[in-house]
């Protein structure tokens, strides 16, 4: 998806909207890693502030989660929303000396920058975790670890409502009582955490299994 086929696919959001007078600078957005089977509660902190314009990437993050700065960084830019160029940006993936890999927290990058550049309402993030790769379009990819992330909460007793790719989504909903919802692009996203928003993001709908293909059975061998 181009930037001007994202843009007229969600024209409310062809110029940023800024939340209040000033931006906030600083916002907190939940997510989890995977360590193992296990899914890992994450804090992903942005700051905004003055000074020499970059972008830091801090909290044991591999490669992968390093590499996000430009996927995050193309993506809010095609959907027509605002890069703060001219901030010093910090992105801390807390706590510090848990692992961090994949692409999982592109998401929560985005989100979190758009809520410390005043774009989103920052108290909106709060009420979901979120999990996602993007495309340099906006677009949201799978990530692997759905149905471990849906598991670990419920385990814990954590009815945060999840936030996550639709083909992630519908793996998260085969875990019973399980809140998800599917987006397929960052625009999305955003739009539905708006106040004035008039529709919410579609919950996911668990897809059951395939049936496992008809074939020999070691019943029938002789001496089984």
């Known amino acids: 998806m181009h930037q001007s ?45 003055n000074g020499l314009p970059c972008l830091t990437l801090v909290g044991l993050a591999d490669t ?15 959907a027509g929303l605002e890069f703060p160029h001219s901030k010093r940006i910090t992105v801390n993936l807390a706590p510090a000396d848990l692992p961090k890999d994949s692409g999982r927290f592109d998401l929560p990058m985005a989100l979190g920058i758009l809520a410390a550049s005043g774009q989103i309402d920052p108290a909106q993030l709060a009420r979901y975790e979120f999990a996602g790769e993007l495309s340099l379009s906006g677009a949201l990819r799978p990530v692997r670890g759905a149905l471990a992330t849906a598991l670990a909460m419920q385990l814990h007793g954590d009815s945060t409502p999840l936030v996550l790719p639709q083909d ?47 074939g020999p059975d070691l019943a029938d061998v002789q001496g089984q």
Do not use: C
């Not at 007229?8 to 939940?30: C, K």
């Not at 992968?64 to 095609?78: Q, T, Y």
């Open 64 to 78: 992968e989660v390093k590499e996000a700065r430009e996927r995050v960084r193309s993506a809010i830019l095609n």
């Open 168 to 214: 992630s989504a519908q793996e998260a909903a085969l875990v019973p009582g399980a809140t998800v919802y599917g987006a397929a692009h960052l625009l999305e996203v955003v739009r539905a955490l708006q106040p004035q928003a008039t529709e919410g993001l579609p919950l996911a709908e668990a897809i059951a299994p395939a049936a496992a293909p008809a």
């Open 5 to 49: 086929s994202a843009i007229a696919t969600y024209p409310d959001f062809r110029h940023a909207l800024v939340w209040g007078e000033h931006a906030m600078g600083l916002a907190s957005v939940r997510s989890r890693a995977l360590v193992g089977m296990h899914a890992q509660p994450i804090e992903v902190e942005v700051h905004l502030a």
